[in-house]
T-cell receptor
Framework: EADIYQTPRYLVIGTGKKITLECSQT?????MYWYQQDPGMELHLIHY???????EKGDLSSESTVSRIRTEHFPLTLESARPSHTSQYLC??????????FGPGTRLTVL | DQQVKQNSPSLSVQEGRISILNCDYT??????FLWYKKYPAEGPTFLIS?????DKNEDGRFTVFLNKSAKHLSLHIVPSQPGDSAVYFC???????????FGTGTRLKVLA
């Protein structure tokens, strides 16, 4: 069973607020991901990390930023939330190419 | 252009019968294929994967078949149980990259 955690699970905030979505894993995986998913749609990669101090933007244009100061921690930050950021945000990590484990997700609603 | 397609948005199956979920792909550079199950308000749960050099992988009630010539893979669940009711996603990794490409999912409903 994968040990990957996300907080908060649900968040409702007003436009213009700064928010940080937390993601932690206790498996020691170097590779971590952030995805965005809207209902009925595929997952879109927004950020990727190879390891500590190594991050890349994904295919989906995102106004969010990430950091990877510790192996186990991969937070995502929105400096100024907008209604277009309303979505589900999923964090994942992987030990190898044929396995990827997801956290429970954060459902974000921006009013 | 969607590289991984799940053309059936939903599927209903009687409990105890076989569920077959399908996925088509277009990119010959995919080297691994994965299946996930997702319940509402939860993250996807990894089920099973297959390397592009194999044509079958089995794990308990779940079997994945890969037909490279047709660029098609399928997930078989036997026997289906009501707890299998969820959305199933297929995904593929591009050789030499870190990327996973996901399909849009198929909602499976197993009827008791």
């Amino acid at each position: 069973e994968a040990d990957i955690y996300q907080t908060p699970r649900y968040l409702v905030i007003g436009t213009g607020k700064k928010i940080t979505l937390e993601c932690s894993q206790t498996m020691g995986h170097d590779k971590m991901y952030w995805y965005q998913q809207d209902p009925g749609m595929e997952l879109h990669l927004i950020h990727y990390s190879y390891g500590v101090n190594s991050t890349e933007k994904g295919d989906l244009s995102s106004e969010s930023t990430v950091s990877r100061i510790r192996t186990e921690h991969f937070p995502l930050t929105l400096e100024s939330a907008r209604p277009s950021h309303t979505s589900q945000y999923l964090c994942a990590s992987r030990p190898d190419r044929n396995t990827q484990y997801f956290g429970p997700g954060t459902r974000l609603t921006v009013l | 252009d969607q590289q991984v397609k799940q053309n059936s948005p939903s599927l209903s199956v009687q409990e105890g019968r076989i569920s077959i979920l399908n996925c088509d792909y277009t990119n010959s550079m995919f080297d691994y294929f994965l299946w996930y199950k997702k319940y509402p308000a939860e993250g996807p749960t990894f089920l099973i994967s297959i390397s592009s050099i194999k044509d079958k992988n089995e794990d308990g009630r779940f079997t994945v078949f890969l037909n490279k010539s047709a660029k098609h893979l399928s997930l078989h669940i036997v026997p289906s149980q009501p707890g299998d009711s969820a959305v199933y996603f297929c995904a593929a990794t591009i050789s030499g990259t870190y990327k996973y490409i996901f399909g849009t999912g198929t909602r499976l409903k197993v009827l008791a």
